[in-house]
């Protein structure tokens, strides 16, 4: 069952701009991940915050988290024509079992050059 | 460099035939799962391991076993196969504790006709 859910599903950008993606989920987290998959390949692990932060920071990327929301986002600044790929937020639920996953669908983005 | 791989990158299957998907990772993680990726209906779990000769349910258990011999080795069989089982399946290793991604294989684009 998917717990988060990415906004926009699609995304059609101009390099060097920014892109923001959301991603909303239903319960309590222990942490949120995103991850990114170039077309037709497995997914990369981009970025882990956990529930008691509130951003954090990997190179062009910017993560936020607001607990009270339910909700986080994912930004890329200055992207390039190879960020275009399919983003996907992760959470691990704090009633669930070990280091369980859950995926959103996903956040498609197409940077043209 | 640390890895996941998965045998196949593409195969074609025969509906009824017996198949087997293995996913080997040299990282020593103790969590392996099998997920499907079909369009518009995101990453799903269908099984995963915590240990040797471990194995859980995860939500589309049906039409699958899995065999976990050892610890670097998790095969993904599909008894009978079907053509709805045609997808795109992704091999996962993980850390058991909490607050550690998961590192993904390229994925076997399986057809069955």
């Known amino acids: 069952s998917q717990q988060g859910e990415e906004d926009p599903q699609a995304l059609s950008i101009q390099e060097g701009e920014n892109a923001t993606m959301n991603c909303s989920y239903k319960?309590?987290?222990?942490?949120l991940q995103w991850y990114r998959q170039n077309s037709g390949r497995g997914l990369v692990h981009l970025i882990l915050?956990?529930?008691?932060?509130r951003e954090k920071h990997s190179g062009r990327l910017r993560v936020t988290l607001d607990t009270s929301k339910k909700s986080s986002s994912l930004l890329i600044t200055a992207s390039r024509a190879a960020d275009t790929a399919s983003y996907f937020c992760?959470?691990?639920?704090?009633?669930?079992?070990?280091?369980?996953?859950?995926f959103g669908g996903g956040t498609r983005l197409m940077v043209k050059p | 460099d640390v890895k996941v791989t998965q045998s196949s990158r593409y195969l074609v299957k025969r509906t009824g035939e017996k198949v087997f998907l293995e996913c080997v990772q040299d990282?020593?993680?103790?969590?392996m799962f099998w997920y499907r990726q079909d369009p518009g209906l995101g990453l799903r779990l269908i099984y995963f391991?915590?240990?040797?000769?471990?194995?859980e349910k995860g939500d589309i258990p049906e039409g699958y076993s899995v065999s976990r011999e050892k610890k670097e080795r998790f095969s993904l069989i599909l008894e009978s196969a079907s053509t709805n089982q045609t997808s795109m399946y992704l091999c996962?290793?993980?850390?058991?504790?909490?607050?550690?991604?998961?590192?993904f294989g390229s994925g076997t684009r399986l057809t069955v006709v």
């Open positions: 990282m020593d993680h103790e969590n």
């Open positions: 391991s915590y240990d040797v000769k471990m194995k």
């Open positions: 915050i956990r529930s008691n932060e």
């Open positions: 319960t309590s987290i222990n942490n």
């Open positions: 996962a290793s993980s850390l058991l504790p909490r607050d550690y991604g998961y590192t």
């Open positions: 992760a959470t691990d639920a704090l009633t669930g079992a070990g280091n369980m996953l859950t």
